[in-house]
């Protein structure tokens, strides 16, 4: 009943959690963070942080049939307040309207993240 | 196949979200906090705070079909851990039993905020 | 429309949540911790605190006719982010593969906690 949609360009990682899991229409995607295809963090500034972190969001969406477009609520994760300008900036751009349902909260990341964002979408 | 329920009286916000979102019979709702009908917080104690978010949760469950005894999940914020004692007196008055699940977690509100929540609701 | 599941073995609170609530085939689980039956606290290792936080999630799956194989997607709340590995190293003990989807924050729990998890899950 719990679907595990992967595909090779689904970035993987040592740690203990699917990227994605479908149940229905719904997909649940696990926090995505500034990593490379092996799960390994990449240091940046927080807008090379943020777009590498929606990247990936993306690729696992489109493992599972999906787009941001079809994003129905987002949960982001901005390690430092001042950033959070730039952090609306970059999602305006990297979304589009209608928005997702969104919260953002801050200060709760380990020092080796900027940035983290997980969503719920559906399948179109 | 994902609708954006909106009237005349949910807050708006000029930032990149929608009040809610809803998916078959969920809704999904954005993190509320103490603002205004144009989305300007508004500083207060924590239970003026506490009391407006919930206002514009309810508002925004009603323009959606729904209510807050239709609340299946709730996510709080509180910043300041010395307000969970308050923040439990209040929810015990702004819901009521059954109570929706619920996690709280604290330290990770800007500094402008003293409370948020989110919420998963259905539509009766 | 909203069910809320328990059991005997269900832990209780005297906090206004209900332990988890079912909609369809979606069970959401309140955010769990390490707290006996009656619900209060008990401080413990890391190690303890996080094993007796997912017997309680358990516990309430069970209530809810699912089990930890059955669940989507974790929330996840490490306090000391210097527990993290031990965190990893428990979390693939107590789950299996394929894990569910995951997010994982750190420094937002009260003093009195060192870890919390949330969960959705499904029916089987």
Redesign the interface.
């Known amino acids: 009943?719990?679907e595990?949609p992967l595909n090779p360009t689904t970035p993987r990682s040592h740690?203990?959690?699917?990227?994605?899991?479908k149940?229905?229409?719904?997909i649940?995607?696990?926090?995505q963070a500034s990593v490379d295809d092996a799960g390994g963090i990449i240091s940046d500034t927080f807008e090379g942080e943020m777009r590498r972190a929606v990247a990936n969001l993306q690729k696992i969406l489109h493992a599972a049939g999906s787009t941001l477009k079809?994003v129905?609520?987002t949960?982001n994760?901005v390690h430092d307040?001042r950033d959070?300008q730039e952090f609306?900036r970059l999602?305006?751009e990297l979304?589009s309207?209608?928005?997702?349902?969104?919260?953002?909260?801050?200060?709760?990341?380990?020092?080796a993240l900027k940035f983290?964002i997980?969503c719920?979408a559906?399948v179109?």
Chains 1, 2, 3 share one sequence.
């Open positions: 009943m719990i595990y740690l203990p959690f699917s990227p994605c899991t149940v229905g229409p719904l649940f995607v696990s926090g079809h129905v609520q949960r994760y307040p959070l609306n999602y305006r979304f309207a209608p928005y997702p349902a969104r919260t953002t909260i801050t200060s709760c990341l380990t020092e983290e997980e719920i559906v179109p």
